[in-house]
């Protein structure tokens, strides 16, 4: 397979090796260029917020391929130099260090930035989590302190609490729902993943958003709830989401909109490709604009753009998928879950803790859910497969 005479990639991890690789595979053989802004080789992510943080794995562990496979990529891999612009029409990438890089097809897959509360940057004791480096400062952090609260009812604050919890912290969790994960999950399985939170000792300060931080001689003594109340805290770790990382694409022309803006191909403009969290793309199954911050979807939709780049001209139309690992409990989901669906036990049971739940939207399976039972969660997938291909009535 001939394809352009050149591919550029910007963002050199999960979703941006991922395509790298799928253009080799599938017989690419031109010229290949990864860009990334940070200094370590490809790593993943998940780890960070499990392993990495609680000790059981060294940073090694997270690369996700070795050096000589790396190089049998045959392709030039530039790290620690930011992409700071992109020229459309000559489909031209100039980095921090002032390189200008032409390529005929980009594909930009830069991911997300972590959201930070007002005045963090001056506190130390502040931490957010979405780096190896920024894994590797908290670890210490949590180890030293005394009373650490985590911001953030998500995913990645319920995964942090767990570590934290485990490693011995004293921890709280705040956030503005109900119940941890209530959008996702609803209210039920919201609770019950509160429950296992609180069984585990982490303290819950939910239904009430936390307004800013309050520090003392630039340390951070705690945060501010908008009760009014204090929660003291010599380490805060900020996860209350994070924001595509498109400032490099500005006065590009290109449509950013809570991501970059592609069409069902995973296209953007004429040769130019979003994949990964960073990429919002249109779903036609879903029949709606879609954005996924999962590692599955990183390799997914890299090899949808590889397969675009090379004239395969393919709709992107997967079932979302992502997993979460907290203390003893495996949490499985696929398709899209929310807080409105109907939500009913199929599998197993919620008091055994061992089950497979159901969520129906209008009467349509909209995903299904995996607790402490992955393979019966993977059967179960099939009825969203169903559902997704269904004729809209
Ligand atoms: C701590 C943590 C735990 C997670 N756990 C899970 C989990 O259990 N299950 C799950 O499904 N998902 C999990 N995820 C999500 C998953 O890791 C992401 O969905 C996945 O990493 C997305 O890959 P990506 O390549 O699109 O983006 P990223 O992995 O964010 O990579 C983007 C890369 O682009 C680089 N970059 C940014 N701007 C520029 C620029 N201007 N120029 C060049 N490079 C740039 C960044 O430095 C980064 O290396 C977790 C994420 C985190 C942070």
Redesign the pocket.
Known sequence: MSGPAGVLV???????LATAEALRRKGYRGGLTL????SHPPYD??P??KQVLSGTWDTERTRLRQPATLSELDSEIILGD??VGLDVATRTVRTASGLALSAEAIVV????RPRTLPGQGELTGVHV??TLDDSLALRPALLAASRVVIVGDGV?GT?IAATARKMGAKVTLAGPQQAPLESQFGSSLGNLLGELHAEHGVCLRLGTAVTGLTGRHGRVTGVRLDTGDELPADVVVVAFGATP?TE?LAGSGLRVDDGLVCDSRCRAAEGIYG????ARWQHDALGTSLRL??????TQQANAVAANILGEDQPYVPVPH????QFDTKIQVHGLPNGDAEVTIVDGSTAERRFVARYQHNGKVAGVLGWNMPKQCRLRRQEVVDALSAPVP
Request: charged share 20%; hydrophobic share 45%.
């Open positions: 910007v963002g050199a991890s999960a979703a941006g860009l990334g802004a940070e992510r998940p960070l917020s930011p992409a897959a830069t991911g997300l989590l979405r990645l995964e990382a490099w994949a990964g969290d960073v911050e999962n590692r599955t979807n990183a992502f997993w979460t690992d």
